[in-house]
C-alpha cells in the first residue's frame, strides 16, 4: 500500500521480475498434496512430509495443528477455489446455453490442471473428521447447486429438455471430473478440443431444439 512516505535508505529492486520467495506453509502444503497423491493420507506420516520440505517434524507446528488439518485446508481450498473461478467467469454471461457451455469450461480445465488435489478430494473424504467432512461436503453442494440451476433455469426457459435436471448435472459434473484421471498434455486431443466435444455433446443431450 503507497503510503506518500519515502523509505529512507530503501534501494528499489532492479529485476521487475523477481520471482515471490516461496513459503514454507506453501512447501508443505505443496508437499503434503504430491504425497497423499502418490501413497495416500494414511500411508504418509508428518516426518515424510517434513523431510520433503526439508524441515524438522517438530518445525511442521508453526504451519499446522495436525496432519488431519492439513488434509481439511488441501480439501477444502480446492473447492472454494473452484467456486470462485466458477462464480467469476459466469459473473458477465447470460443465457442458460451459454452459462452451462462456459461452466463446463471451467470444470474440464480446473480438474485437469489441478488433478492431484482433485484425486485427494474424492478419495479422502472418509479421512476428515466430521465436522470437517459436512463442512467440505456444503462446500461440493453449493458447488453443485450452481450446474443444477443452470440446467433447471434451461428447462424452464426452453433451452433444455431433461425430467431431470438435478441428475443430469450430477451426469455432468462426474464426466467432466473424470478428464482429470485421463488427460495427458502429449495426448491426442488437446484440451481445448476435449472441452469442446464434451460441451457439444452435453448441450446436443440437453437440447430442447438444435443447438
Given at each position: 500500500?503507497?503510503?506518500?512516505?519515502?523509505?529512507?535508505?530503501?534501494?528499489?529492486?532492479?529485476?521487475?521480475?523477481?520471482?515471490?520467495?516461496?513459503?514454507?506453509?506453501?512447501?508443505?502444503?505443496?508437499?503434503?498434496?504430491?504425497?497423499?497423491?502418490?501413497?495416500?493420507?494414511?500411508?504418509?506420516?508428518?516426518?515424510?512430509?517434513?523431510?520433503?520440505?526439508?524441515?524438522?517434524?517438530?518445525?511442521?507446528?508453526?504451519?499446522?495443528?495436525?496432519?488431519?488439518?492439513?488434509?481439511?485446508?488441501?480439501?477444502?481450498?480446492?473447492?472454494?477455489?473452484?467456486?470462485?473461478d466458477l462464480d467469476s467467469r459466469l459473473e458477465a454471461?447470460?443465457?442458460?446455453?451459454?452459462?452451462?457451455?462456459?461452466?463446463?469450461?471451467?470444470?474440464?480445465?480446473?480438474?485437469?490442471?489441478?488433478?492431484?488435489e482433485v484425486f485427494i478430494g474424492n478419495s479422502e473424504?472418509?479421512?476428515?473428521?466430521?465436522?470437517?467432512?459436512?463442512?467440505?461436503?456444503?462446500?461440493?453442494?453449493?458447488?453443485?447447486?450452481?450446474?443444477?440451476?443452470?440446467?433447471?433455469?434451461?428447462?424452464?426457459?426452453?433451452?433444455?429438455?431433461?425430467?431431470?435436471?438435478?441428475?443430469?448435472?450430477?451426469?455432468?459434473?462426474?464426466?467432466?471430473?473424470?478428464?482429470?484421471?485421463?488427460?495427458?498434455?502429449?495426448?491426442?486431443?488437446?484440451?481445448?478440443?476435449?472441452?469442446?466435444?464434451?460441451?457439444?455433446?452435453?448441450?446436443?443431450?440437453?437440447?430442447?431444439?438444435?443447438?
Open positions: 500500500m503507497h503510503t506518500g512516505t519515502r523509505m529512507v535508505g530503501a534501494v528499489p529492486s532492479t529485476r521487475s521480475d523477481a520471482a515471490p520467495k516461496t513459503s514454507t506453509a506453501d512447501l508443505i502444503r505443496s508437499a503434503a498434496i504430491d504425497l497423499f497423491f502418490e501413497h495416500g493420507y494414511e500411508a504418509t506420516s508428518l516426518r515424510a512430509i517434513a523431510g520433503e520440505v526439508g524441515i524438522q517434524v517438530g518445525s511442521l507446528y508453526n504451519h499446522l495443528t495436525s496432519k488431519e488439518s492439513l488434509l481439511y485446508s488441501i480439501m477444502s481450498k480446492i473447492i472454494e477455489d473452484l467456486l470462485s454471461v447470460e443465457g442458460s446455453v451459454e452459462r452451462l457451455r462456459e461452466g463446463i469450461a471451467v470444470h474440464v480445465f480446473f480438474h485437469t490442471a489441478r488433478s492431484r473424504l472418509r479421512s476428515l473428521t466430521p465436522a470437517h467432512r459436512r463442512k467440505v461436503v456444503k462446500l461440493r453442494d453449493q458447488y453443485e447447486s450452481r450446474f443444477i440451476d443452470i440446467v433447471s433455469q434451461g428447462v424452464a426457459d426452453g433451452s433444455f429438455d431433461t425430467a431431470d435436471p438435478k441428475m443430469a448435472a450430477w451426469a455432468i459434473l462426474a464426466v467432466g471430473t473424470s478428464t482429470s484421471t485421463w488427460f495427458r498434455p502429449d495426448g491426442r486431443l488437446q484440451l481445448d478440443d476435449i472441452a469442446t466435444l464434451y460441451t457439444d455433446l452435453v448441450l446436443k443431450g440437453l437440447a430442447a431444439r438444435p443447438v
